[in-house]
C-alpha cells in the first residue's frame, strides 16, 4: 500500500475534484458520482495510438481517442490495438514495448514527437492538466499486429509475490480446463496499488483482446482462452477457497504467489470478440465451469459478474457497429460493488453537442462524430465501490507494533526509530528528533489506546 505523504496528496486531489464530478450526462456531465470510486475503462482503439499516428489537433482519431479519455478520466483504462502502424495506415509493423511506452508519454504529456517529427498537438494534458495516468504496462504479448496496454492513476506493486506485472500466464491441465495461456495476444495482469487513505486493500486488473472470427476454430480459441483464465483467477489470486495459491500446482507461470487479501478484487475486461450468451467468454470467465455453482471466479467462489452497460442518453448497448456488444468489463462482486456501468458514445438518438463532455464536445468540425472517427469500438465504463479503509483502533504511534497493546516492544522501537533519526519518530513533525518526540510519545503511551 501507498505511503502517507502520496496517499495524502491522492486525498487532496480527489477531493478537490468534488465540485466537478457529478454525473449528469444530459447536461454533459459524465464523471464519477463519488470520488472515491474507482473508475475502470476498456476500450479497442483500433490501432489510433500508435508511433506513425498524425498526434495533431485534427480530426483524426488520434484526437478523438485523447479527448475521449480526456472527457471520462478513467482511474483505470485498458487498451486493445496498440501500436499497429499497418493497421492505421500511418506506417508498417508493431511497436516495440519501449516504443509504445514513449507514443503513451506522448499521449498523455505531449512533447516533441521523435517519431514524426514536429510537436504533439493533441494530448490529454493539453485539455485536463490536472487529470494524469502516469503508470503503464505494455504487454510484451503480441500477434505481430498490436500490444495490449495497461494505463493508471496509481502505482503498480507487486501485491501477493508473484510480480506487479504478468502479460501472460500459463497452466497445466486440470479439473475444467486443459491448459495453456490467456489467447493470442496474451491475458495481461496488473497489480496496482491504491492509496490506503481511500481504500482497504488494492486491485488486480486484467486486460484481453481474444481472437475474432466466426469459425469453429475462432469459437473454440476463445473458450480455451476464458477457461484458463477462470482457472487462474480462481486458483491463483483466490486460491480456489483453501486460502494457498495454486493448490494443485497448476499454474506454471507466474511460479510463485499469495492469496489476495479479502479487500483486494480482480477486475478484468477487454475486447472478447463474442456476444453474450451462455457459453460467451463474458459468461465462462465469470463462472467457469457451472452458472451458479461453487467453482466460480469470485473471491468466494460464487460467479463473479460482467458488464451490461448501455449509452445512458440513447439507450445503445452495441460496443462495435450497430448491433454487436464484444467489449466487458468483469469484476469479483463480493468485493467490488458497482455505482454505475455504462458505454460513451458522441452519437445516437437524443445525442448532441450539449450533451458531450469537454473536451470531446469541442472536438474539430463535427463533434458529434467523435466515436466513430476515433475507434470502430466504444468505450465500457464501470465506476466501482471499493471497501473503505477501517480506523485503526490503535495506530502508531504509540501502536509501533501494530498488535493493539501497548507493552515493552513500542517502547523498544520508538527508541531505535529515535536513536537513528527514522521518520517514525518525529511525532510532532517539526523535522527534529528531540525530547519534544519523546514526551510526546510518552504522552501517547500513558494515555493508551482509545
Known sequence: MSKFGYSFAVSLALCSGLVQAQWDPFNGDWGKEDPRDLRVMTWNIEDGICSTNDKGD???DWNGLVRIVASLQPDVLILQECGDNSGNGSGSGVDSVSTMETVVDLFVNGGTDPFEGGSVGSYIKLFVPDYDLPYVFVSTNTDSFNRNIIMSRYPFADLNGGGAELSNFVVLPDEYQSGGNGGIRGFMFGEIDLPDELY??????????????GASGDFEDRETASLNTAYFIDFYFNGAGTGTSDPNNRVAVPSVGSVLDDNTPVI???????????????AIMTQAAMLGGTDGTDRDRSDSSFSNASQPVSGDTSTQGSSSRLDYICWQDSIAQVRRQFIFRSS????NISRLPFPASTFPVNPLSI???ASDHRPVIVDFILPAPTNDPCPAPPDYTDDDVLNFFDVSVFLGA????????DINGDGAHDFFDVSAFLNLYNAGCP
Not at 482497504?200 to 472470427?213: E, F, R, S, T
Open 268 to 282: 478484468w475486461g477487454g475486447d472478447f470478440n463474442q456476444n453474450p450468451s451462455s457459453t460467451s467468454p463474458s
Open 371 to 373: 466515436s466513430s472517427l
Open 200 to 213: 482497504a486493500g488494492d486491485v488486480v486488473i486484467g486486460n484481453a483482446h481474444l481472437k475474432a472470427g
Open 418 to 425: 529515535f536513536s537513528i533519526g527514522d521518520p517514525s519518530a
Open 58 to 60: 485534427t480530426f483524426s
Open 348 to 351: 445516437g438518438s437524443n445525442m
